[in-house]
């Protein structure tokens, strides 16, 4: 039998397009009162700053200016890039995306199959070892990576689920069942794109980034419209509004975790404020365990790939 021709791998992102963009609606969020700069007349061709009035207030050329924002960030300073991120008033997140984006592109090199991530053991007896705290550990493109019984309880049954669909971004686009479990899906769905963006930042070549990029744009509109605003942000701490089957509403607070070994892995844990409704409910699914997690429409479980002991 004929052997059959391999799939062809996924294109990387295209980082000269990736900085244009990013530039580009950048500046489009600035209007010039909001930089100190006098309007003239009421009408504007297009939205936001000019390029004119950015290089102006970054205190570089027009021309330069432009070469940067078509894409071309080749040989430019770290000071410039500074003086630019000033000017369009960037967030610290925005800020080192704009650095990423601008490095000079490395010379390709053959691709390599993609690392495994794992999960260390000592960070497994930890999640073990954190009753009644909903916790779990992200990693690249967001992917779960490990998590305890009461994430289970919580989010579902991700055991249950094959590995590559084990995503954040992949459930809450195409799971109808995430979308009910997150009272302000919106929210949610725009703070998954905004991290996916920024690690898109900082791995461009990353070829399973580029199909889940392509799987979720042809799958979902709401995806497609989010990718477009080219928005960027850290997970930090918060809280969410979820909607659970079982106990009904809860209001749980976040926190997340950089890893010191691994900038692409978190550790996210939730908590209910101390004698709060949301805090009874999560001792009930405490007390309930994995038959907790197993009723959950989305599912229940334990552990993921990393439960490897």
Do not use: C
Not at 194 to 219: F, I, M, T
Not at 227 to 233: D, I, L, S, Y
Not at 265 to 287: D, K, M, N
Not at 295 to 309: K, L, Q, T
């Amino acid at each position: 039998m004929d052997d059959q021709p391999e799939a062809a791998a996924p294109e990387p992102l295209d980082r000269r397009a990736e900085l244009s963009e990013f530039l580009r609606t950048r500046r489009a969020k600035l209007q010039p009162q909001d930089v100190g700069l006098p309007e003239f007349g009421r009408h504007r061709r297009v939205p936001g700053l000019r390029r004119e009035e950015l290089a102006q207030l970054a205190g570089v050329s027009v021309a330069y200016y432009t070469r940067l924002e078509q894409g071309n960030g080749r040989n430019v300073s770290a000071e410039v890039l500074d003086a630019i991120a000033r000017a369009l008033r960037l967030t610290d997140a925005e800020h080192a995306h704009l650095t990423h984006l601008a490095r000079p592109a490395r010379h390709k090199k053959k691709r390599r199959p993609a690392k495994v991530q794992r999960v260390r053991t000592g960070l497994l007896y930890l999640l073990d070892s954190m009753e009644g705290i909903p916790a779990y550990v992200a990693g690249a493109r967001s992917d779960i990576l490990a998590w305890n019984p009461m994430a289970a309880a919580v989010f579902g049954d991700w055991a249950a689920l094959p590995a590559a669909e084990r995503n954040w971004a992949r459930l809450v686009f195409l799971s109808p069942a995430y979308r009910d479990l997150f009272l302000n899906w919106d929210s949610k769905a725009s703070d998954m794109v905004s991290y996916l963006r920024l690690y898109a930042g900082r791995h461009p070549d990353d070829p399973q980034l580029s199909a889940l990029v392509g799987e979720l744009s042809l799958k979902s509109e709401e995806f497609r419209r989010l990718w477009a605003t080219h928005n960027v942000k850290e997970k930090g701490h918060g809280s969410k509004l979820i909607r659970h089957p079982l106990v009904g509403d809860l209001t749980l607070s976040y926190e997340t975790l950089n890893l010191p070994d691994d900038e692409d892995q978190q550790l996210v844990t939730y908590h209910a404020e101390p004698g709060s409704e949301s805090a009874q409910a999560l001792r009930l699914l405490a007390s309930w365990g994995a038959d907790a997690g197993r009723a959950d429409v989305i599912g229940g479980g334990v552990r993921g790939p990393a439960d490897e002991r």
